[in-house]
């Protein structure tokens, strides 16, 4: 599978520290499941109003790919353009659209795990 454009994240350590303890990793599971999900629908409602310079035609909407793995959830856009209009060029300003829908789904998904683990 090729990624044109991926951003990772890591976790806080004490978080991490946590999980790791947690006896029931299904309830870890369904957490990464649902922000994953909720990561991609809010790059979906972006992708469809961020673009406000040239001519949209939906391929960035229809081309956010999820993949999910248990303790690990990805969100990646598949267009090879996606690199230039999230983070811009010298000749053009970011359109992003992934960065923002992971830093408000960053604050979401760990507020979830720490209910969910009592932390």
Request: aromatic share 6%; hydrophobic share 35%.
């Amino acid at each position: 599978m090729s990624k044109s454009f991926s951003v990772d994240l890591s976790g806080d350590k004490e978080l991490s520290k946590a999980l790791k303890k947690a006896s029931n990793l299904s309830v870890v599971e369904k957490v990464v499941k649902r922000n994953t999900a909720e990561l991609q629908t809010k790059a979906m409602r972006k992708a469809g109003s961020a673009f406000v310079k040239g001519y949209s035609t939906g391929a960035t909407k229809r081309g956010i790919a999820i993949e999910l793995n248990k303790l690990e959830g990805t969100v990646w856009l598949t267009m090879e353009y996606n690199e230039y209009t999230e983070l811009g060029t010298r000749y053009m300003a970011p359109e992003p659209i992934l960065i923002p829908s992971l830093k408000e789904q960053q604050l979401i998904f760990l507020s979830d795990l720490k209910k969910e683990i009592g932390g």
